[in-house]
C-alpha cells in the first residue's frame, strides 16, 4: 500500500508471505499524511480504559505487549479522566526509548470550572500543554491534537500558539480531531495565509458500520496531506462479534453502565445479523472477526493507523495480527453490501 513499510514486529522474524494466515507477526508502518512520521498500522488509546475501567497493573502490561509487538503510536488526551490516562500510558512507556515511540495529547474539553479552562485559546492550549507533559513527565509530544473545532476561537489564535509551541521543541506535529471538511480547509488556508506549519493528521471515528468521513472529510485530507488516524475501528466491540443475538456477556463494555453510553445505540438487530454474515467471511480468510475489521479500515490508504483499546494484553496481541492483511477486491465488495456508505 501507499506510504507502507514492511517491517518485523520486535521479537518476530521469517519471511513476509502473501498467504493471510502467514502475515501474521510483522507490523507495518505508515507516513502520517505528508509528514515524515511513520506510525504503526495499529495504535493503542487510552479512552474508557487507562486510569478508568482497567487497573494500572494490567494496563502497563497490556501498553508493553503492544510496544513489543511493534506498536510504536500511543494516544491519549487531557480530558481522558483528568489526565489519568495520560499518565498510565506515559509511565507504561517509560521503560523504552523516548526516540522509539509517538505519543500525542489533545485539549479543548473541560479541565475546570473556570471560564478559560476550556476551549482551544492561547491560554488554555498552553496550560494544558504544560499540564500534560507534567503528568507524562516528558519534554515533548510527538502530536498535539485539537480536540473539537472551537467556535469561540478564532483559527489563527490556535494555530499560531501551536506554531510557537513547535518552535520551542514541545510539540512536534499538529492534529484535529472531529473536525468537519469545512473547519480542515479552514485550518489549511489560515495556515498558508499566516506560513504556520500546516495539520498533518485529522482523527476521526471509521469502521463498517460508520463510514460517513468518506464522502467529504477523506478527500480533503487526501488534497491537503493529511492523514487519517480513526477511533472505534471495532464499532465500540460490536464487530468483534461479542454480541451476537443481541446477547451482552458479562463484563464486557455493553455491560458496564459507565462506558456503554455509545456502544448501546449499535446493539440493533439489523446491524447485528449483518455482523453475524462477517464471521463466514472471517472463517475463509482464517482471520478474527477484530483482524477482518481492522483490515477492512486499513484497506483505505490515507488511513495511516486504527486506533484500538485493549484491556488485556491477548487482546491487542490479537489485534496486530491485522496488520499487513490486504482483503482480496471480492471480499471487499461482499462487506460493502453488508454495510454500504450511506
Not at 489549511?188 to 464522502?215: F, G, M, P
Not at 464487530?239 to 463494555?253: A, F, I, Q
Request: aromatic content about 8%; overall charge negative.
Amino acid at each position: 500500500m501507499q506510504g507502507a513499510d514492511r517491517i518485523p514486529a520486535l521479537f518476530f522474524a521469517g519471511d513476509y508471505s502473501e498467504s493471510i494466515p502467514e502475515r501474521i507477526g510483522y507490523m507495518k508502518y505508515r507516513n502520517l499524511g505528508r509528514s515524515g512520521l511513520k506510525v504503526s498500522e495499529i495504535s493503542l488509546g487510552s479512552w474508557l480504559t487507562y486510569g478508568k475501567s482497567v487497573d494500572d497493573g494490567t494496563a502497563a502490561s497490556t501498553i508493553r505487549q503492544a510496544y513489543e509487538l511493534g506498536v510504536n503510536f500511543f494516544d491519549s488526551a487531557n480530558v481522558y479522566e483528568r489526565g489519568e490516562g495520560e499518565r498510565v500510558m506515559a509511565g507504561a512507556l517509560k521503560a523504552f526509548p523516548r526516540d522509539s515511540y509517538v505519543i500525542t495529547t489533545k485539549a479543548f474539553f473541560p479541565m475546570g470550572d473556570g471560564p478559560n479552562d476550556r476551549g482551544l485559546s492561547r491560554k488554555h492550549i498552553t496550560e494544558q500543554l504544560h499540564a500534560s507533559l507534567r503528568r507524562m513527565k516528558l519534554e515533548y509530544v510527538d502530536i498535539f491534537y485539537c480536540h473539537r473545532y472551537d467556535e469561540g476561537t478564532p483559527v489563527q489564535e490556535t494555530l499560531r500558539i501551536i506554531d510557537d509551541l513547535v518552535r520551542q521543541g514541545k510539540i512536534l506535529y499538529a492534529g484535529v480531531s472531529e473536525w468537519t471538511a469545512a473547519q480542515i480547509e479552514e485550518a489549511v488556508r489560515t495556515a498558508d495565509a499566516y506560513l504556520l506549519d500546516r495539520l498533518v493528521v485529522n482523527q476521526s471515528k471509521y469502521n463498517l458500520i460508520h463510514r460517513s468521513i468518506e464522502e467529504e472529510i477523506v478527500p480533503v485530507c487526501r488534497k491537503y496531506g493529511i492523514g487519517q488516524v480513526v477511533f472505534s475501528p471495532l464499532a465500540e466491540g460490536v464487530l468483534t462479534g461479542k454480541y451476537k443475538g443481541g446477547k451482552v456477556p458479562r463484563g464486557s463494555r455493553a455491560d458496564n453502565e459507565e462506558i456503554n453510553m455509545f456502544v448501546r445505540n449499535l446493539l440493533q438487530d439489523g446491524i447485528l445479523a449483518n455482523v453475524d454474515a462477517l464471521e463466514k467471511i472471517a472463517s475463509e480468510l482464517e482471520l478474527s472477526m477484530p483482524q477482518l475489521a481492522l483490515a477492512w479500515v486499513l484497506r483505505e490508504s490515507n488511513v495511516a493507523s486504527a486506533l484500538v483499546g485493549a484491556s488485556r494484553p491477548e487482546q491487542i496481541e490479537s489485534n496486530v495480527k491485522a496488520s499487513g492483511v490486504e482483503l482480496p477486491q471480492e471480499i471487499l465488495e461482499r462487506m460493502d453490501q453488508l454495510f454500504p456508505a450511506k
